[in-house]
């Protein structure tokens, strides 16, 4: 595990916690570091929520199938960052969602009981790590209601527009590059790709954007 200090030292789950104290926490949490491949299911819908992760190399998606396979995107997460806090802090009996991997991926799960109840040792960092778990499950929070903002827009213009505007805020420039492909970007926006195809297309005719793959512009 010593091998993935520097990208663990990046995830704000370990925030303000002293390098010497990390290994022990890893001890501590009872962690476990598995490895998937591509296109593997790491959770999935319906299976106990007691557990969340840490992606360590690669990334995965957040999805949620309805009855009839149509598949949406509920987020996109890479090295450093957490997965499915959200439903091991609400203690849900059942995952609503699947996990699954985009790329060769190297996982660590961790038990959220033994992150939530301090142990025998009364480790000093415990309550730091408590802090820091509300402190992201809050920003994410924040991160679901802005989804929500685009995909209740009316129509797939809007829905674009709106989240383009959003990535070109977050990168503090007109020139930024977005984390999905076409077919990623319906699903995370819940349009047809077709038509939302044809929209960027329209967009692009009307001066409004140009792009080249991932790559936008807002023009």
């Not at 939530?116 to 499950?137: D, E, G, W, Y």
């Not at 920003?139 to 827009?153: G, R, V």
């Not at 699903?187 to 329209?202: C, G």
Request: glycine share 4%; hydrophobic share 40%; charged share 25%.
């Amino acid at each position: 595990m010593k091998n993935y200090l520097e990208i663990l030292k990046t995830s704000e789950l370990f925030k303000d916690i002293e390098e010497s104290d990390l290994l022990s926490l890893l001890s501590c949490l009872g962690m476990k570091k598995i490895d998937f491949k591509k296109g593997e299911t790491v959770f999935f819908s319906g299976q106990s929520a007691d557990r969340f992760g840490i992606v360590l190399a690669g990334q995965i998606q957040i999805v949620q199938d309805d009855y009839y396979g149509n598949r949406s995107i509920l987020s996109q997460i890479g090295a450093g960052n957490l997965f499915g806090e959200s439903f091991a802090c609400a203690n849900v009996k059942t995952l609503p969602v699947s996990v699954i991997t985009t790329t060769e991926s190297e996982l660590l799960l961790i038990d959220y009981c033994k992150l939530a109840t301090p142990c025998a040792k009364a480790c000093t960092f415990h309550s730091k790590l408590i802090q820091n778990m509300l402190r992201i499950v809050s920003i994410k929070n924040i991160a679901l209601t802005q989804k929500i903002e685009f995909i209740s827009k009316r129509t797939t213009r809007e829905k674009l527009l709106a989240y383009l505007s959003a990535e070109a805020n977050k990168a503090k420039s007109n020139h930024f590059n977005i984390p999905f492909n076409r077919q990623e970007l319906a699903d995370y926006l819940s349009v047809e790709r077709s038509a939302m195809s044809a929209e960027l297309s329209k967009l692009r005719k009307d001066n409004v954007i140009s792009f080249q793959k991932n790559h936008f512009t807002l023009l």
